[in-house]
């Protein structure tokens, strides 16, 4: 969220000029960046497959066996192809599984599976049965959540744990409240769902709170997204002039079932499992992402972790290592080669 902001103030301020940094290629770039980006995934033998787990189909990616399993858990509001820059060299020494959560992507809508628990019972099967052998587990974001709840169930199945800036504590009441994902991606599910809307994209185009930081530029970059919208029916939404960063807020939209972030509104995605004991019965190797803490003028959280939150994680997980960033929430998108590090440092262990 931090480097989300610093952009828009670039963005705003004017400090994009076309003609400073070349109009052509930064257009380019923002524009192609998806297919830039998976063309290198396809080249690097990835094969997208489905699975049925317990009666719902999970998409996901497979990349060539070149070593030991490594299993990827995206979070919110993406899919799989949000790995897409890490990816390539992931793959030149792991067997890499990078799957679609159940309301993203290709995988099943399934509502009634919208909580860590029974998500991460479903990903324990597919595990056993898809992996077949122990997998280092990466989670982002609610996928963190997700690595950690299979970290503490599941060590059959799992050597070590890379936990990606995961929201841990932020997603129960009364702290929740305060935070950015409640405030924005997770009332804004609630009140289409009530209202009975039905296109979630242009939606969550319309009410998002991220054109708040806009100022007077916000209506302008709406307009645009409409007419995109319009001409592409059925997709998520991308913007020329903003940066991938940016674009990758709203490019998997068109995938995302609005049922799954209300499960964190009213409190259903945490039902039956318990943080706290969670984190201290991961026996496995496991390291914590940290990334850059910010807070809103009304002290909303604009992070998955305030530093209180991530003490805490660190201080309960008995084989942790504490790894504190300054990078945005996705840190594995913006600092590749240091995620990569993390990830191969669990191997060693």
Not at 84 to 104: I, K, N, T, W
Not at 119 to 125: A, K, P, Q, V
Not at 260 to 266: I, V
């Amino acid at each position: 969220m931090r480097r989300v902001l610093t952009i828009i103030g670039l963005v705003v301020g004017g400090g994009l000029a076309a003609g400073a940094i070349g109009a052509g290629g930064w257009c380019y770039r923002n524009a192609t960046y998806l297919e830039r980006g998976m063309a290198a995934v396809a080249g690097a033998g990835y094969t997208e497959k489905q699975t049925t787990v317990d009666g719902s189909v999970i998409h996901y990616a497979e990349g060539p066996d070149n070593g030991p399993a490594l299993l990827l858990i995206h979070g919110q509001e993406v899919d799989w192809k949000n790995y897409r820059r890490v990816l390539p060299e992931l793959s030149r020494r792991y067997h890499v599984f990078a799957v679609d959560c159940y309301g993203h992507g290709s995988s099943a809508r399934v509502p009634e599976k919208y909580s860590a628990a029974t998500l991460g019972r479903d990903l324990h099967t597919f595990l056993t049965e898809v992996v077949r052998e122990p997998a280092i587990v990466a989670g982002h974001s609610s996928g963190g959540h997700l690595a950690a709840w299979l970290g503490a169930n599941a060590q059959d199945t799992v050597r070590a744990v890379l936990l990606e800036d995961p929201p841990f504590f932020t997603t129960t009441m009364p702290r929740a409240r305060t935070t950015w994902n409640y405030v924005d991606l997770a009332t804004m599910t609630h009140t289409f769902l009530a209202a009975g809307e039905t296109d979630w994209v242009g939606y969550s185009l319309e009410h998002s709170r991220i054109w708040g930081f806009f100022g007077d530029s916000a209506e302008n970059f709406k307009r645009q997204g409409r007419r995109y919208h319009a001409a592409h029916p059925g997709e998520g939404i991308r913007w020329w002039s903003l940066p991938p960063v940016m674009n990758e807020t709203f490019r998997a939209s068109a995938g995302y079932d609005p049922r799954f972030g209300d499960a964190f509104y009213t409190g259903s995605w945490d039902e039956g499992w318990d943080q706290a004991d969670a984190l201290s019965r991961i026996s496995v190797p496991s390291t914590l992402v940290h990334t850059a803490v910010r807070y809103d003028e009304q002290g909303i959280l604009m992070a998955a972790m305030g530093d209180e939150e991530a003490a805490r994680a660190r201080d309960l997980l008995p084989h942790g290592r504490f790894v504190k960033v300054e990078t945005g929430h996705g840190f594995h998108d913006e600092a590749p080669r240091q995620y990569i590090a993390l990830v191969d440092e669990l191997n060693r262990r």
